[in-house]
């Protein structure tokens, strides 16, 4: 197994046969190349995940806030930055045109303003359709945290349910 850092959102990338866990933290993102596990934890974050059927390859983002327009700010905290930045990952590593997703987060918190979290779930979507890629999966809304994991040995996307977010 091999990693490096790249990119304005610093994702790990990992090549070759990989069992383990990739863990995802907010505000970053990570590609895997045939086998291995990505893993976040998100409340009113959103994680996107693409995956190429045919090459095998996957990548995810976990971001917090919908947009930046200043180019000084434009990471991973923001989904316009982030999304952009993980479709360039994957492309860079050998994505074919058969890309997919699979989105969750967007729980309501008290914490967070329902227009922001609404919006994160928006800008996903924006994207995805502005770049014809297929929504296979959504897990969102309501008002639990979720772990997120996807298979990339097999292509399975599953979100969890965990704590609610917030005051009930």
């Not at 086998?35 to 995940?49: E, F, K, M, N, P």
Request: glycine share 10%.
């Amino acid at each position: 197994m091999s990693a490096r850092l790249e990119s304005i959102n610093r994702p790990v990338i990992v090549t070759g046969r990989v069992e383990e866990i990739t863990d995802i933290a907010p505000c970053s993102m990570a590609i895997l190349h045939e086998t291995g596990y990505l893993r976040t934890h998100v409340g009113a974050g959103i994680a996107v995940c693409l995956y190429d059927r045919r090459q095998k390859i996957a990548g995810m983002n976990h971001f917090l806030l919908p947009r930046t327009d200043d180019p000084e700010k434009a990471t991973g905290r923001y989904g316009n930055a982030a999304l952009i930045g993980l479709h360039q990952l994957l492309a860079k590593h050998g994505a074919s045109m058969s890309i997919v997703a699979h989105i969750a987060g967007g729980a309501y918190s008290d914490e967070f303003e329902m227009d922001a979290v609404l919006e994160n779930i928006r800008i996903a979507w924006k994207f995805l359709l502005i770049k014809g890629i297929p929504l296979i999966t959504q897990h969102i809304g309501g008002r639990c945290a979720r772990e997120v994991q996807f298979n990339v040995a097999a292509g399975v996307f599953t979100a969890r349910q965990c704590a609610p977010h917030g005051p009930q």
